[in-house]
């Protein structure tokens, strides 16, 4: 992922941060983040004071954020981390709102955001599977891609968040192009990798073994495979996803194309979970966030840990920075 330290470029880039479900480990790991990348950037940082508060008071992560854009939108009567609540729901997506409005603004340069809770956003009567889907129709984005990485692998996702037995009715030639495209786009400007190698996982166990236990390989995945060569170099595939993996992490290619959302998040959380990062690939500006949820089982005691989360921050901030100078 290339984390780096304090570089100089980083100076001139504002890095939107925001707090997820204000219930969850979103304003312990930002503060103590904060902590950490203290001067490496202009940081800002959107939610709720009074919550932010709450867990900044604590000796272990004092931290001030001079631009905090406090929405004060979170009750103070009968407040409790580690609860899924419809109002805590409807607190975090108004924080991507103004985020949204930020970066439209041009107020920030990429954004970073804190879990938020599916259950507590659905609740609050907002229809989306996660924040891909949030920020797919906000810029209205069709097919944005899911790139999830740590310091082993990266993996783009041809399916997201849907029940595995409608997996392969969700594939098509069309998606893993644009799937594949994307990846190879990012990894070249975002990445600064010049002649990206990139495999593409089969569905089936083996790959289907030429057909022989299932079809989408032959049917759906070769053929778009075919066409994407015929325009780039080192695309790899299908291949049998347990070898294709195991040959990325040899780094004989620089990206994986998973079919489905546990193909790739096995291997990654296996090999690394506390540096894990997503980023969303087609949208107009650099998004990243942690691999992991809002844990609420440990939000408000202090047990958060923050390093996906400064990952995720070097990371919007490496992106940024190369995506200027391509």
């Known amino acids: 992922m290339s984390p780096c330290h304090h570089v100089t470029g980083f100076k001139n880039i504002k890095v939107g941060i925001t707090m997820g479900d204000p219930?969850?480990?979103?304003?312990?790991?930002?503060?103590?983040?904060?902590?950490?990348?203290?001067?490496?950037?202009?940081?800002?940082?959107?939610?709720?004071?009074?919550?932010?508060?709450?867990?900044?008071?604590?000796?272990?992560?004092?931290?001030?954020?001079?631009?905090?854009?406090?929405?004060?939108?979170?009750?103070?009567?009968g407040f409790a981390f580690g609860r899924i609540r419809a109002e805590y729901g409807r607190a975090s997506m108004e924080y991507l709102d103004k985020a949204m409005e930020l970066l439209k603004n041009k107020q920030i340069d990429c954004l970073v955001t804190?879990?938020?809770?599916?259950?507590?956003?659905?609740?609050?009567?907002?229809?989306?599977?996660?924040?891909?889907?949030?920020?797919?129709?906000?810029?209205?984005?069709?097919?944005?891609?899911?790139?999830?990485?740590?310091e082993k692998l990266k993996f783009s996702l041809i399916t997201r968040h849907i029940p595995l037995k409608d997996v392969a009715l969700n594939l098509n030639r069309n998606k893993i192009g644009r799937a594949v495209s994307l990846t190879r786009a990012a990894l070249k400007k975002l990445f600064g990798l010049k002649n990206p190698r990139i495999v593409v996982c089969g569905l089936n166990p083996h790959g289907s073994d030429n057909g022989l236990i299932g079809n989408e390989e032959n049917t759906v995945i070769k053929p778009a495979i075919e066409k994407l060569k015929a325009k780039f170099k080192n695309i790899h595939g299908p291949m049998g996803a347990d070898v294709a993996i195991a040959r990325a992490s040899k780094k004989e290619y620089d990206c994986i194309i998973a079919m489905y959302h546990d193909q790739a998040l096995i291997p990654l959380k296996l090999l690394g979970d506390f540096t894990g990062v997503n980023i969303t690939l087609g949208l107009p500006f650099v998004r990243t966030s942690p691999l992991h949820g809002t844990a609420f089982?440990?939000?408000?005691?202090?047990?958060?840990?923050?390093?996906?989360?400064?990952s995720s921050i070097k990371l919007a901030l490496q992106c940024t920075l190369n995506q200027r100078k391509a």
């Open 114 to 150: 804190a879990p938020i809770s599916k259950e507590a956003i659905n609740l609050a009567g907002f229809r989306y599977s996660g924040h891909t889907e949030y920020f797919s129709r906000t810029t209205n984005t069709k097919d944005p891609v899911m790139m999830l990485l740590n």
């Open 23 to 77: 219930s969850g480990i979103g304003p312990e790991i930002i503060a103590k983040a904060m902590k950490t990348l203290a001067g490496m950037a202009e940081f800002v940082v959107i939610g709720d004071k009074w919550v932010f508060e709450k867990v900044t008071r604590s000796p272990s992560h004092q931290v001030t954020s001079k631009n905090f854009i406090n929405l004060d939108n979170v009750n103070h009567k």
């Open 297 to 310: 089982d440990i939000a408000g005691k202090n047990k958060a840990c923050p390093v996906s989360l400064i």
